[in-house]
C-alpha cells in the first residue's frame, strides 16, 4: 500500500493508475499528449484533490513534451496548459499543481519536472503529517480506544500522491491499533468508496463495511460510528468545504448525533481568494452518470438529472479540519484565515 502512486513521470510521459477499471483490473495508464490527459481527468481515471493537483503539474510537462514534437507556438503551448488546468473546476489543487510549475516552463522541461516531482514528495509527507495529526486529535477528543470510522469517497493513495488524507488518518489509527471498523460510503454515482476505498482498505488488511450513501446518516444516528472522516476538493476562507457529493448529509447527521465531522486535506485546498462556500464553482456531471448503468437505462425515457460532483458543508458543521500542519477547530472558530496558533 505504501507504494501506490496514482500518478508518477516515467521521464517520457505520465503514468497514471486507471481509477475507473478498479477494484476488477490494476491498469496503468499511459499519457503522452494534452488530449489524454484532459480526457482522464474528465472520466476520473485519475482523481482526487491532491492527486489532481501532482497530475497537472506534470501536465505541463506534458503539453511542453508535445509542443516541442508538434512544433507549436507559444500561444498553442500556452492555451493547452490552460485546458489542463480547467479540466476539473472545483477541485483548487489541479489550478495549484499548473500554477506552481508555469512559471518555468521558460528555463525548460528539466525545470518543470523536477518541480512536480517536489511537490509530489511533499504531498506524501504531508499525507503523513495529516494522518499524525488527525489520529491524535481523535484519540484525544474521542477517547484512547479503538474507533469506528465512516468515510466519504476515496481519500486514500488513489486521491493524493501516497498514502492518503482521511484514509491516511485511518491507516494510522489501524497501525496504532485503534481501530475498530470503517464504515466506508459506496459513494454515488461512480462508486469511489466501494470500488476504490474498500480496495484499498483490503489491500491494506484494514476492517470495513461498505454502504449506501443513503444508510449513512442512519448509522451515525443509531450509534455505529464514532466519528467521520472525509477528504474536500477546495475549503473556502470561511471553512465552508466542499466535497463529494453527499458530503454534507453526512455533516449534518453528525452534528444531530454530537459526533465529529473531520475534514482531512492539505493546506493546498485551502483556498483563502474563495470567500465561502457559495462562490466555490460546483461541477455539474453528465446525465447519464444517473439515469443509466452499464450502458443500460435506469429511468423512464426523457428524464431528466440533476448530477453535481460536490456539495459544500458548512463551517459550522465542520468540527475539524486536519491539515499537514495540524489541526483546526473550525466550527469552534479557529477557522482557515484565523489560524490556531
Not at 485503534?178 to 476492517?207: K, N
Amino acid at each position: 500500500m505504501a507504494d501506490i502512486r496514482a500518478v508518477e513521470w516515467t521521464g517520457d510521459g505520465l503514468r497514471l493508475i486507471d481509477q475507473t477499471a478498479l477494484p476488477g483490473r490494476v491498469v496503468p495508464l499511459d499519457v503522452r499528449d494534452v488530449d489524454g490527459l484532459v480526457d482522464a481527468i474528465v472520466r476520473l481515471a485519475v482523481r482526487g484533490a491532491p492527486a489532481l493537483g501532482v497530475a497537472g503539474a506534470f501536465g505541463v510537462a506534458v503539453a511542453m513534451q508535445q509542443a516541442a514534437a508538434e512544433g507549436w507556438d507559444d500561444a498553442t503551448l500556452d492555451a493547452a496548459i490552460t485546458r489542463v488546468r480547467e479540466a476539473r473546476p472545483t477541485a483548487v489543487n489541479l489550478a495549484a499543481g499548473v500554477d506552481r510549475v508555469r512559471p518555468l516552463v521558460a528555463k525548460g522541461l528539466d525545470a518543470v519536472v523536477a518541480e512536480a516531482r517536489a511537490l509530489l514528495e511533499e504531498d506524501v509527507r504531508g499525507n503523513r503529517a495529516i494522518g499524525a495529526h488527525g489520529a491524535d486529535w481523535l484519540l484525544d477528543r474521542v477517547g484512547d480506544r479503538p474507533l469506528r470510522v465512516l468515510t466519504h469517497c476515496n481519500t486514500g493513495a488513489l486521491a493524493t500522491a501516497g498514502w492518503g488524507t482521511a484514509l491516511g488518518i485511518v491507516r494510522e489509527l489501524h497501525a496504532r491499533d485503534r481501530l475498530e471498523i470503517v464504515y466506508a460510503d459506496e459513494t454515488r454515482p461512480l462508486l469511489q468508496g466501494s470500488r476504490l476505498t474498500a480496495w484499498e482498505l483490503e489491500q491494506a488488511g484494514i476492517p470495513y463495511l461498505v454502504q449506501a450513501d443513503g444508510a449513512a446518516a442512519g448509522a451515525v444516528l443509531r450509534g455505529l460510528v464514532d466519528v467521520a472522516v472525509i477528504g474536500a476538493d477546495r475549503v473556502a476562507a470561511n471553512g465552508d468545504t466542499a466535497n463529494k457529493v453527499g458530503s454534507v448529509g453526512v455533516a449534518l447527521a453528525c452534528a444531530a448525533a454530537g459526533i465529529p465531522f473531520v475534514v482531512a486535506a492539505p493546506w493546498s485546498t485551502v483556498d483563502l481568494a474563495t470567500p465561502d462556500g457559495a462562490a466555490i464553482p460546483i461541477e455539474e456531471r453528465a446525465a447519464d452518470e444517473v439515469l443509466a448503468w452499464g450502458g443500460a437505462p435506469v429511468a423512464p425515457p426523457g428524464a431528466r438529472a440533476f448530477n453535481p460532483a460536490f456539495d459544500v458543508t458548512p463551517a459550522r458543521l465542520v468540527t475539524a479540519l486536519v491539515t499537514e500542519t495540524g489541526v483546526l477547530e473550525v466550527s469552534a472558530g479557529t477557522t482557515p484565515d484565523r489560524p490556531a496558533p
